[in-house]
């Protein structure tokens, strides 16, 4: 029992500092993005339906930073959300609004939660029931198959085991979509980019290989092909995208911070703009950052 307590103490730890790194080079990625590192054409604003989309990361009963907010204040917002009569829509609906075989509501937002955290199910996932909210949420294969299974459940720190996102994937509200196997890392290459010495062939062959291997444990133990790709800390680059279209992905997330506009046309899911939704911050100014309505 020594023994367990003191393995689960230092596992606690090097989480604990690895969340820390993580979300450092997530502010990065940000920054770069605001500053115009995106190699995606905004869609012409013409005709599409505005779509607000919100990025969080951890719910947790800690003091809130630039990646992780209170129970609380995820309450807040998606109250706020009903209050002013946004309905959250999920990927499904956004791709059958673009083939033309679907609508969209009124005032649609779109609700993401990137890296699988145990909270998305502990605590996000309540809350989504009782605003009858739904979301997406982007895992990274290595943390499921690595972190989750030796750490116990704990709403700080844990990441989503497979049989967690079985649940997730039970309640009808989730849309699990991709966040890589083992690209969530920023060395010597950034996130899933391609690098500025690696050749086009091998780069693909590299993310194929690592992107397909997720795909097919979401077949094998969710038995789903998710369709919904977020880049790694934002870092997007356009030789991803013919990977990302062999294996079925129909929409792509990135972290710049910018409005989006929903069009029949479903290239305009490809490199879908959200906003960090940081801590103590009040969720009205957030929204006013973030919604047409409340600008």
Same mark, same amino acid.
């Given at each position: 029992m020594e023994g367990r307590t003191m393995y689960h103490s230092w596992n606690l730890r090097k989480l604990l500092r690895y969340i820390a790194f993580d979300m450092a080079l997530v502010l990065a990625a940000i920054?770069?993005?605001?500053?115009?590192?995106? =190699?995606?054409? &905004?869609?012409?604003? &013409?005709?599409?339906?505005?779509?607000?989309?919100?990025?969080?990361?951890?719910?947790?009963?800690?003091?809130?930073?630039?990646?992780?907010?209170?129970?609380?204040? #995820? /309450?807040?917002?998606?109250?706020? #959300?009903? !209050?002013?009569?946004?309905?959250?829509?999920?990927? /499904?609906? @956004?791709? &059958?609004? %673009?083939?033309? %075989?679907?609508?969209?509501?009124? +005032?649609?937002?779109?609700?993401?939660?990137?890296?699988?955290?145990?909270?998305?199910?502990? @605590?996000?996932?309540?809350?989504?029931? +009782?605003?009858?909210?739904?979301?997406?949420?982007?895992?990274?294969?290595?943390?499921?198959?690595?972190?989750?299974?030796?750490?116990? =459940?704990?709403?700080?720190?844990?990441?989503?085991?497979? !049989?967690?996102?079985?649940? #997730?994937?039970?309640?009808?509200?989730?849309? #699990?979509?991709? =966040?890589?196997?083992?690209? =969530?890392?920023?060395? %010597?290459?950034?996130?899933?980019a391609k690098m500025e010495q690696e050749t086009e062939e091998a780069y693909h062959e590299a993310l194929y290989t690592d992107l397909s291997m997720l795909q097919t444990e979401f077949q094998e133990n969710l038995h789903i092909q998710p369709t919904v790709f977020a880049y790694p800390y934002g870092f997007v680059c356009p030789e991803s995208k013919p990977v990302l279209e062999e294996l079925g992905f129909q929409i792509t997330l990135t972290c710049l911070e910018k409005p989006n506009f929903i069009t029949r046309n479903p290239a305009c899911l490809y490199g879908i703009n959200r906003y960090n939704r940081f801590g103590n911050c009040s969720t009205a100014e957030i929204m006013r950052q973030i919604l047409p309505d409340e600008k």
């Open positions: 920054l770069l993005t605001r500053a115009g590192r995106q =190699h995606f054409a &905004a869609v012409d604003s &013409a005709g599409g339906v505005s779509l607000p989309v919100l990025m969080y990361h951890s719910i947790a009963p800690v003091p809130e930073t630039q990646y992780c907010i209170s129970p609380e204040t #995820l /309450e807040s917002d998606l109250q706020y #959300l009903q !209050e002013h009569h946004y309905t959250a829509v999920s990927p /499904e609906e @956004l791709i &059958a609004y %673009t083939e033309g %075989t679907g609508d969209l509501p009124e +005032k649609p937002v779109l609700l993401t939660f990137d890296d699988g955290l145990y909270n998305n199910l502990s @605590l996000a996932l309540p809350l989504l029931e +009782k605003y009858d909210m739904c979301a997406v949420i982007s895992v990274v294969g290595s943390f499921a198959d690595v972190y989750a299974p030796d750490a116990p =459940h704990n709403d700080i720190y844990s990441y989503l085991t497979w !049989e967690d996102m079985q649940q #997730l994937e039970d309640s009808g509200r989730i849309t #699990l979509g991709s =966040h890589t196997y083992d690209m =969530h890392e920023n060395g %010597t290459r950034r996130g899933c």
